[in-house]
T-cell receptor, first 114, second 115 residues
Framework: DTAVSQTPKYLVTQMGNDKSIKCEQN?????MYWYKQDSKKFLKIMFS???????INETVPNRFSPKSPDKAHLNLHINSLELGDSAVYFCASSQARGTDYGYTFGSGTRLTVV | AQSVAQPEDQVNVAEGNPLTVKCTYSVSGNPYLFWYVQYPNRGLQFLLK??????LVKGSYGFEAEFNKSQTSFHLKKPSALVSDSALYFCAVRDMDTGGFKTIFGAGTRLFVKA
């Protein structure tokens, strides 16, 4: 039973399109995150949500809009996709905002914009 | 600002030999440090953490890490490497400047274990 699941696993789309990535966790965690991993494997946080509330928005373009309908789900919608958006996007969750909990990551969504 | 640095892009070690993957940190208060591993086409997996207490922390898959406050280091170690340990390893620090809602990752170190 997958702890943090993301769909789709792969996404190939044309520039200018709008797409969404879904994330669900069944761990009962309070906090969820979106991270972007670029082609050089650098990981950068995009958003952090705690109990459905946006806590961190890390200078991400307005074309990226996260939505958390409940604390088990955190979706990412991207408008007007650009070539530079190509990356692997990881969803993650943690038990609480407490500092001593590690993250549980999903397996990632590889987005390719052509 | 909190940060971590992984000075080596790649570490090569023979199977059965001890391995060390280096990490140094820079924090403004007490450090909350983590190691994660990423296998090809997979998400990151939590290995171990240092919050407080013993400087040597033990984690998953036989890995351990040594916290050294004077050297601001948190090196990952394993006494005897396996080929299956070959992966990308990330050191990370919880950013307390943002209330702990963000974890900052190092650039990653690729570990190759040769049979």
């Amino acid at each position: 039973d997958t702890a943090v699941s993301q769909t789709p696993k792969y996404l190939v789309t044309q520039m200018g399109n709008d797409k969404s990535i879904k994330c669900e966790q069944n761990l009962g965690h309070d906090t969820m995150y979106w991270y972007k991993q670029d082609s050089k494997k650098f990981l950068k946080i995009m958003f952090s949500y705690n109990n459905k509330e946006l806590i961190i928005n890390e200078t991400v373009p307005n074309r990226f809009s996260p939505k958390s309908p409940d604390k088990a789900h955190l979706n990412l919608h991207i408008n007007s996709l650009e070539l530079g958006d190509s990356a692997v996007y990881f969803c993650a969750s943690s038990q609480a905002r407490g500092t001593d909990y590690g993250y549980t990551f999903g397996s990632g969504t590889r987005l390719t914009v052509v | 600002a909190q940060s971590v640095a992984q000075p080596e892009d790649q570490v090569n070690v023979a199977e059965g030999n001890p391995l060390t993957v280096k990490c140094t940190y820079s924090v403004s208060g007490n450090p909350y440090l983590f190691w994660y591993v990423q296998y090809p086409n997979r998400g990151l997996q939590f290995l171990l953490k240092y919050i407080t207490g013993d400087n040597l922390v033990k984690g998953s898959y036989g890995f351990e890490a040594e916290f050294n406050k004077s050297q601001t280091s948190f090196h990952l170690k394993k006494p005897s490497a396996l080929v299956s340990d070959s992966a990308l390893y990330f050191c990370a620090v919880r950013d307390m400047d943002t209330g702990g809602f963000k974890t900052i990752f190092g650039a990653g170190t690729r570990l190759f274990v040769k049979a």
